[in-house]
């Protein structure tokens, strides 16, 4: 004898349709729903690629310029990245002669690259200057206060002179010995706080 589809009762005595028909009916929902989203996904990121022209998210290209920023000044210093700028760390002897503000001849390639790096961006940078703690004596400087701002004001006219970066974007400070990064209790450590720090903000 043939089997004959039935449906079941329910407690009314109306026929319902057995469970398992609304859990498909569900699934099939469900997955034309998912295959719309990754149609819609695939249609934005298409778009994308097409124009590569539109421009990125403002937190992108900070992100990209940093990275690009630090690998290009490795080349010629001590790259620091913080949350809001990079700062390049270069020594003093090979900007300067001791007691000097006048930039060396060796001082140009350095700061020829710091500068091509720093013109890819067009955020503020300012210039710093340290000494170490030994008092001047062979020179016309009265104090190592004024030599390291003479000396930040030389590289910023250097990258204004020089190589075109607006004057506007420029400051220089001049520390002194009073922000050593190591304490002056050696030849090399006093060699490390004589220094030029270069901080680009980049937020």
Known sequence: MKKKFS??????????????????????????ILFMV???????????????????PNATKQQILRVELKKELQAVGTVLMTKRKVIVTLP?????????EELKATALEPLDRVADALAKSTAPIVVEGHTDDIPITH???RSNYELSAARAFSVIRYF???KGLPPSRLAARGYGPYRPTVANDSDESRARNRRIEIHLWTS
């Open 92 to 100: 003093s002897a090979v900007l300067f002669d001791p007691g000097s």
């Open 38 to 56: 990754m149609w819609t996904y695939t249609q934005f990121l298409h778009k994308d690629i097409a124009n590569p022209a539109m421009p990125m």
């Open 160 to 162: 204004t002179e020089v």
């Open 139 to 141: 020179s016309h400087w």
């Open 7 to 32: 449906l079941q009762a329910d407690g009314t005595g109306e026929a319902t349709q057995n469970i398992w028909v609304t859990t498909y009916g569900d699934m099939m929902t469900n997955l034309m």
